[in-house]
């Protein structure tokens, strides 16, 4: 996907219970708090783009609970 002539891969995955959402993988270093996502209304989806990622990299997303602000990291179940 290319945004403003940048290229990169748009993320997005369903939480409806998550404080906070973002994906991490070998193109971040695995950073947990480096590439966030974004709440689109009240849909409980959450979504964003990360320009320089591309088809093969590895990611999953690291979610963190509204909910006594537990975490917990989760793989793309559509990957």
Do not use: C, Q
Not at 5 to 28: C, I, K, Q, R, S
Not at 48 to 69: A, D, E, M, Q, T
């Amino acid at each position: 996907v290319t945004v403003a002539g940048v290229e990169g891969t748009y993320f997005a995955v369903w939480a409806p219970d998550a404080l906070a959402v973002h994906v991490m993988g070998d193109f971040n270093d695995w950073s947990r708090e480096r590439d966030a996502l974004h709440p689109r209304g009240s849909s409980g989806i959450w979504e964003g783009f990360v320009p320089g990622v591309g088809r093969g990299n590895l990611y999953k997303f690291h979610l963190r609970s509204r909910y006594g602000g537990a975490s917990t990291e989760k793989s793309d179940p559509f990957a």
